[in-house]
């Protein structure tokens, strides 16, 4: 299966633990991104790489959340202190920046459910 | 302003039958893109259609068809012939400023549809 895998698929922590996930995205988009979805609600961004570069943060990235994605291939989403209202679908995304034309069509993965209790 | 907009919490629709989603958008930038996806409860998002504000016909992939009305700002997703298997979750996004190379989309809140046989 070449779509995009994000790991743990689930995630039980309590609050104040740290958690870190992980995107494994289609190996040749060049682009990444992250959301988060609550109950209810769409997917929100939270930030994006093209490479190993973070071009976009959202306000939702509190300074507990930080991400990496070190050699352009996979990234990890840190969650310090963790929050109940951190309880949450953590969705990764990958695309092939087809540079202004074209859809640049976002495949996701299977997102990792976050419990904070 | 929710830029995106989904009137229909649930809808519900006989197998076979034809069903449509409403989707209406608000952006006073005139290049943009609109996106359906569907997510099953398995959580994955699934891309199914995208329609860009300067194409002049509306996107049809398989039994999925967009109907795009610019002027109404209006971006309905129209499945012909329901199979049990479209029961899911359905969000329209919209992404903004593509001619500025912006590429990340804002999701509606989703339609539940429900297909019985």
């Known amino acids: 299966d070449t779509g995009v895998s994000q790991n743990p698929r689930h995630k039980i922590t309590k609050r104040g633990q740290n958690v870190t996930f992980r995107c494994d995205p289609i190996?040749?988009?060049?682009?990444l991104y992250w959301y988060r979805q609550t109950l209810g609600q769409g997917p929100e961004f939270l930030t994006y790489f093209q490479n190993e570069a973070q071009l976009e943060k959202s306000r939702l990235l509190s300074d507990r959340f930080s991400a990496e994605r070190p050699k352009g291939s996979f990234s990890t989403l840190e969650i310090q202190r963790t929050e109940q209202g951190d309880s949450a679908m953590y969705l990764c995304?990958?695309?092939?920046?087809?540079?202004?034309?074209?859809?640049?069509?976002?495949?996701f993965g299977p997102g990792t459910r976050l419990t904070v209790l | 302003a929710q830029k995106i907009t989904q009137t229909q919490p649930g809808m519900f629709v006989q197998e076979k039958e034809a069903v449509t989603l409403d989707c209406t958008y608000d952006t006073s930038d005139p290049s943009y893109g609109l996106f359906w996806y569907k997510q099953p409860s398995s959580g994955e998002m699934i891309f199914l259609i995208y329609?860009?504000?300067?194409?002049?016909q509306n996107a049809t992939e398989g039994r999925y068809s967009l109907n795009f009305q610019k002027a109404r700002k209006s971006a309905n997703l129209v499945i012909s012939a329901s199979q049990l298997g479209d029961s899911a979750m359905y969000f329209c996004a919209m992404r903004e400023g593509v001619s500025g190379g912006s590429y990340i989309p804002t999701f509606g809140r989703g339609t539940s549809l429900i297909v019985h046989p």
């Open positions: 190996s040749e988009h060049n682009r």
């Open positions: 329609q860009g504000s300067y194409d002049q």
């Open positions: 995304a990958s695309s092939f920046n087809r540079g202004l034309a074209g859809n640049n069509e976002q495949f």
